[in-house]
Nanobody, 128 residues
């Protein structure tokens, strides 16, 4: 059973940075996608970024491209989301999510909210 545990959220001023961490376990194959989505109050879930583990490809939503950076440490079983130049509109609960990759389907951050496994979430609040 895949398990994901997020950490690293908090309160930061606009323009600041935060790094989210996701500890993962339970994968039985290398063919999976892992990434982040967020949900702000009253808004729909938004995919932020994902990694195709089998090939190492990385994908970002346009809203965070150039500001957020996802990385993966296989030795530590960790996925990180480095968030820079934070804006008040980045305020949300951030979830780490994972699912098996699908042959023939190009991964996209917009798929991340529909992944089959997700963590408990971590709150990120950006003050203006």
């Amino acid at each position: 059973e895949v398990q994901l545990v997020e950490s690293g959220g908090g309160l930061v001023q606009a323009g600041g940075s935060l790094r989210l961490s996701c500890a993962y376990s339970g994968f039985t194959s290398d063919d999976y996608l892992i990434g982040w989505y967020r949900q702000a109050p009253g808004k729909e879930r938004e995919g932020v970024s994902c990694i195709d583990n089998s090939v190492g490809s990385i994908y970002y939503a346009d809203s965070v491209k150039g500001r957020f950076f996802i990385s993966k440490d296989n030795a530590k079983n960790m996925v990180y989301l480095q968030m820079n130049s934070l804006k008040p509109e980045d305020t949300a609960v951030y979830y780490c999510a994972a699912d098996a990759s699908i042959i023939g389907v190009t991964p996209s951050p917009r798929h991340v909210p529909d992944f089959g496994t997700w963590g408990q979430g971590t709150q990120v609040t950006v003050s203006s």
